[in-house]
């Protein structure tokens, strides 16, 4: 008999990884997935600690399904990901509904845990165990769901930012071996996957064992883009740290690596960059900027911002503000500090909320508008644009170029096509075109 499976992911691109490796770990028990929450035997929620909104979202969302658990006391319902991890038995305690807990990095044990909860009988696994999860999941479906795919190579952190909950959550930085990697690549490929992103929290920290000792995430990408049938390799995310000369002379060299680099720098000010304990000055990383745009002139670059750490001033502020001009981002993201449990900077005094609210508000303004400029120059040139789905209008597709814009063109061009298009349009958050 099948059981049907709800997963809700929050956060980031690992938590998207981890879900669709949970559903097949379920998978093998005899759980499908469904879009449908109301339908389902059992709901997953694979749930994000970053900050303080993030993890909230948990309990409101459990609140939610308490009437469905009411009114089908077969329901089960697991939380997984970063909040499990943090709070483990907690969510027990505060939320009875829930029969199993599991972090991000024992998910292999899932399904006794599902057994387990279909008996009746409560589990929470946040252990950071000797094994590897990735030997115990079962080996990835034959079946083709998308052209992209994600493939997590690197797992955890031991930066330890004063702000940051990663390395709490996710544990020490570890690489998966590079065979591994190359043999889930080469599997995705021939599933008819096109562009793989390798991620990590500290992507470019790589180091996995390989044929002849440690390979950098450039040798990774270099072997990787041997795969006949794999187009398009990106990474994220980057420490400015780990940005290593033979992973920038990568970008001017490997016509697969993407032109697109997400390079979290978080403020612009040297006292601030301290205090968060990013071991990084402004300067550092406006001369690796300038090193990475040496090798690939149109690389388009995105990054992070938290506005309101404790102790930021207007000075402080504005500094970021002056990083933010100097470097021209085609995306970014920003954040109003959040104070996280157990981190060291929840300790200091916050800046007061209307401060921080009126700072984001500025930041954001000045991101949107380099996003506009970046992409409205986009019009009139070629790009080449892999599709991925049906647009919202007949007889139009939709993909993303080799600098991660989304695309719009009028074609009949099936996913996984990969076409040269001319852009003709900038809205917002995407971009129209036509088939050159
Ligand atoms: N590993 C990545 C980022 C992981 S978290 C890196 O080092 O770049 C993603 C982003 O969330 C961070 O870059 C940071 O900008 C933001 N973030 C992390 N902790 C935060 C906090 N306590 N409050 C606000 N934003 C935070
Ligand atoms: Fe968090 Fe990234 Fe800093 Fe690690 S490097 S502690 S993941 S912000
Ligand atoms: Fe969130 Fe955990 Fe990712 S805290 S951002 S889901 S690593």
Redesign the pocket.
Known sequence: MTKKLFIKTYG?QMNVYDSERMAEALGAEGYVTTEVAEEADMVLLNTCH??EKAAEKLYSDLGRLKPLKVERPDLKIGVAGCVAQAEGEEILRRMPLVDLVVGPQSYHRLPAMAKRAEAGEKSVDTDFPEEDKFDHLPDRPKAAVRPTAFLTVQEG?D?F?A????PYTRGAEISRPAERVLAEAQGLVGKGVREITLLG??VNAYHGAGADGDWSLARLVRELARIDGLDRIRYT???PNDMTDDLIAAHGEEPKLMPYLHL?V?SGSDRILKAMARKHRAEDYLRLVEKIRAARPDIVLSG???VGFPGETEADFAATLDLIRAVNYGMA?S??????PG?P?AERTPVPTDVADARLQTVQALLTEQQRATQAAMVGREVSVLFEKPGRLQGQMVGKSDYLHAVHAKTDATPGTIARVRITGSAPNSLAGEIA
């Open positions: 980031c970053i900050r952190c930066k930012c702000f940051c909950v990663v929290q500290n995310t980057s420490h979290p978080q992070d911002f938290i993201y954040f109003k500090y959040s104070a996280r981190t900077a």
